[in-house]
């Protein structure tokens, strides 16, 4: 036999890493676990059984907490946290920092518990999940230490619920609690029931790091304690990561409730070759894209798009790949595929493939463990874009695929999904990468590699893949609220009055969307009376189908998010210019609604806010992450999309500049529902916007009730995030809508803002009108 022949032949041994470290301990706890609350393991409960989804053996028992426990674990967090967040960023660190070395040093510990827990294999658990948990922890420690320095004006939330999926029980364990603590957050976390071991045991690291009592609890149990957490009225945040109709339901139940809310969805990712790629590296890419953590990966690349003059050569190369994709013991050091999760999953998989008829499946051949729930390696393609597998996530090793021929039908294909967690593009040609990457509505591109992941970029998505990121500044933003004191907004009526207009002209303002002048549809108009009872004129009163109209326009004017922040800014400038021109009239208009002499004032301040962000228009910078491979992670800030703000009703020309002025300055396009009892400045405002270049549709303005309009704003498909700066009642009717395409809301809650004062401008508008999009990009050999 030749070398090469043997090379040829050669089987790979086993290489079985060894469970005894982790049954050990096991066995020391037990065998049965309580929950961890105030720094203690409490005595077990009732509950069900942990079992190795690789052998079907049972591992261990758990509690199902009971609401007595979420109450006591919502208890002791409460009272843990001011003294942890008074005991300082450098303290804080410390305690982070030691955390992260104790999960270094019992990082195979983890690593094994792990495996025997999920199915995953032991490369990934020691190779990715623990080595980004530890990291996750590192770079934490290092924001705590930062924290006071760099973000002055901000204080932890308080007591934060953590709901956790079963994919990657760890480190999304280490994705919430690392910047929740850096903050100064105490949390109450529950790990999914299938995999509850290693959160447990990092319970048991917490207490071996002296962490105070109370800053970290762990409960157990199944989606019944999950709601528990949810609907706990002590609790500040929810932070969610799992499937989107829980995410749908979590954001539901908390709407009005003043929790923050950040959810990390589903996704059906795409994965985009070129004829000009690297096809063997790109075969290799999807091997981790797909057939990672047998595919039961958030932004698993499970939607591939072969651009059509390479398909056959790209699909023969993948299926010989798949034919060397070895499945089997997850604790073997040489295996590719473990097991998944639970029975349940293997059937929800099963099920789904066995459903579609469509296209032509190619299965891993070979043997796989007659026990256990494995699945194998499977790609299936020739499908339709909108057939059901290419649409709905499966969350298993199953790629499926169509072709492409242009690079804008390849755009077209990959946004053709309620989802926008992460996208995959391979290419030789930096130009055509660079050019792709913008287009896709994702959170996160990866260029020429995959599921790269950091705790210095930002992870998270769009649409119905969530809102809200894990990671880097972004992600720590998630756990903080401005230290500025707010106060309840005070209800504001409108005046009433009697009789004709004085001039005896009778004056409606009409709804402007699309660039024009629009009757409503509904034909209806109300009076706006002064102070003094005089008529002041008439406006429009919107309904749902003019809300759908300017939607429409708005979606019309997409070429607004193309423009440069140079030419945003003239604009704005230009705004402001045409305001100052008529500053006497807008003044006199607002003493007149208002009935007071502060129409001047807040003119003035309405140019200064439009010069504000004329300002920002061009400085509101991404960054360059420095992540851990030959590469960068550009953090690129993108327009949202379409905003609709309900406007305050106090300050009617300030609040609605307010609103516009920093999402139409960082590219989005609005409808403004203005100020209810004040609308005309709102309506005057208008023949500004028509003598400033404002190209039609960016800017839509409704009047009329708010809450008629801002249930159909939230609820609309096409709008990508709605502001509520009008009355209290109405952040729980945006909030409750929102939950239909999951977009992102930011409400006041009946807390009032100071238009003219510091809160009611700079980052945190520009923040919410933007997205992050973390875009990698490996270079060298
Ligand atoms: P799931 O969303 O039900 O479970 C995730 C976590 O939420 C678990 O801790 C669970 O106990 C908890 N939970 C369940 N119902 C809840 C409720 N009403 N309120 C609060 N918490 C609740 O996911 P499941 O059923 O385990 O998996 C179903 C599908 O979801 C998968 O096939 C996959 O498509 C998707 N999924 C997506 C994940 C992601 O990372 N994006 C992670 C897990 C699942």
Redesign the pocket.
Known sequence: MSVSEIFESMEYGPAPESAADALAWIVDQGGRFGHFIDGAFTAPGAGFDSTNPATGEVLASLTQATQGDVDSAVKAARKAQSKWEKLGGHGRARHIYALARLLQKHARLFAVLEVLDNGKPIRETRDIDVPLAQRHFYYHAGMAQLIESELPDAQALGVCGQ?????FPLLMLAWKIAPALAMGNTVVL?????TSLTALLFADICRQAGLPKGVVNIVT???????M??THEDIDKIA????????R??RE?TAGSGKALTL????KSPYIVFDDADLDSAVEGLVDAIWFNQG???CAGSRLLVHEPVADRFYAKLRTRMEKLRIGDPLDKSIDVGALVDPV?HK?VSEMVEANTAGERFVTPGEMPENGCFYPPTLITGLNPADTLMQE???GPVLVSTTFRTPSEAVQLANNTRYGLAATVWTENVNLALDIAPQLETGIVWVNGTNMMDAAAGFGGRRESGFGREGGWEGLAGYTKSKTAQKPLKEIEAFSGEGGPEDGIDRTAKLYIGGKQARPDGGYSAPVWGKSGGLLGHVSLANRKDVRNAVEAAHAAKGWSKTTGHLRAQILYYIAENLSARGDEFAARLDAMQGTKAGRKEVDAAIDRLFTYAAWADKYDGQVHGVPIRGVALAMKEPVGVIGALCPAEAPLLGLISCMAPAIAMGNRVILSASEPFPLAATDFVQVLETSDVPAGVVNILTGPQADLADPMARHMDIDAVWSFGAAELSAVVEKGAASNIKRTWVNHGMARDWFGAEGAGRAFLQAATEVKNIWVPYGE
Do not use: H, M
């Open positions: 709901i956790i999926p079963w994919n529950k790990p999914a029931e299938y149990g199944d989606g019944t304690v999950g709601e957490i949810v969610f990561t799992g499937s989107t109709a829980v995410g339901r979590i139940a990390e969805l589903g996704g039961q990966v958030c999953q929800r996530e499966i969350f």
